[in-house]
């Protein structure tokens, strides 16, 4: 099943990658989905932020790019995250 969702509007798109489950030693695996669409390889390093509730990763060289997105697209990220409930 493709759950990839897309919200689009400069200057990036939002891809739904999937769901991920946090296993017994706190190890949460991303999507090959998402690894593939980023170029993710093993070994390499991401942030992590706690945003309330949220946890987010980024590369440190998205993490500016990725702060305008949210603050520019917040309404239809909330939208999507309500339809995928």
Known sequence: MNARKNVSGPPFELE???ATIVG???QAVIPAEARKAHGLKKGEKLLVFSMGDNIV???VSGLE???SHLAKRLGAIRELLEKNK
């Open 16 to 18: 739904f990658h999937g």
């Open 57 to 59: 990763f980024t590369r």
């Open 24 to 26: 017994e030693r706190g």
């Open 65 to 67: 790019k990725f702060e």
